[in-house]
């Protein structure tokens, strides 16, 4: 499966947005086309200010359903991550609200800025590997990014 030209315009369209208005906390953005043949984005988020991933670099991944804009994009953290709502091993984060009431109007900008706030302020009453992986304190979050997200 390739993707659409719909589907190419409207990430292309976001992605003009996302030059002309940047995010802070997101560098080195790239398109390209997975295994797959679908359009994947890759990119370095920051760690938010004042919480446990403060000066951390976090490498991400961002694919795009055959659906997409009407299913919601799927994004996973290459770098490894400590935090309740993203899985240790694969990086996909869940408990995100964004994905829950997705609509086709959403923008990845807009993506990007629920999955940042995502790390600064994590759901612990839905965790994911809770039984497997039960320390994803602060505390234990702090080591992580000190371990695995220095630098770009």
Known sequence: MTATNRQVQRI????TT???????????????????????????????????????YF???MSFPQEYPFKPPNIA?????CHPNIHSGTGETSDNRIFTSWAPKITISEVLESIHLLLSSPNYDTPIEAETMPDKSPQKAREWTLAFAQGP
């Open 12 to 15: 292309q369209r976001d992605l």
């Open 18 to 56: 996302l030059e002309q208005h940047p995010l802070n906390f997101i560098q080195n953005l790239a398109l390209s086309v997975n295994d797959g043949g679908l359009q994947q984005i890759t990119g370095v988020m920051l760690g938010p200010e004042n919480s446990p991933y403060t000066g951390g």
């Open 77 to 81: 953290f290459v770098t490894a991550i």
């Open 59 to 61: 490498r991400f991944a």
